[in-house]
């Protein structure tokens, strides 16, 4: 891959503004996340259920794929993607900033 490739991907910073388990998954979260866009936070499913309870991640800071075209789940549209680490025994870990940073914020 080359840095031109690589740059292509639109990383920003989101919050969690809501969250809730899927109804019918084990394994899925539908994330309100506002990425500081005038159109209102983002619908974004992930496949974290099993290691983080909704309510944990509201208001958390995360690092999201903004450009990636919408993919449908379980009947409902995702609008990005959440980052994570295989953790141990592959368990997601979300990436999230060190610090503060505004929603929206870009990352290079």
Same mark, same amino acid.
């Given at each position: 891959m080359? #840095?031109? %490739?690589?740059?292509q991907?639109?990383?920003?910073?989101?919050n969690?503004v809501?969250? %809730?388990k899927?109804e019918g $998954?084990e394994k899925?979260?539908?994330?309100?996340v506002?990425?500081?866009e005038a159109? /209102? *936070?983002r619908q974004i499913?992930?496949?974290?259920?099993?290691?983080?309870?909704?309510?944990?991640?509201?208001?958390? $800071?995360?690092v999201?794929i903004?450009?990636?075209? *919408?993919?449908?789940?379980m009947?409902m %549209?995702s609008? /990005?993607?959440?980052?994570a680490?295989?953790? %141990?025994? /592959?368990?997601?870990?979300v #990436?999230v900033?060190?610090?503060d940073? *505004?929603? /929206?914020?870009?990352?290079?």
């Open positions: 080359t #840095i031109d %490739e690589f740059q991907a639109d990383l920003r910073v989101g969690v809501a969250a %809730e899927v $998954s899925l979260l539908t994330l309100q506002d990425l500081g159109t /209102g *936070p499913l992930s496949g974290i259920a099993k290691q983080y309870a909704p309510e944990d991640l509201i208001g958390k $800071s995360v999201v903004a450009n990636l075209d *919408p993919r449908t789940m009947g %549209e609008r /990005g993607m959440l980052l680490a295989h953790g %141990e025994g /592959g368990a997601p870990v #990436i900033p060190a610090g940073v *505004p929603a /929206g914020a870009k990352i290079s």
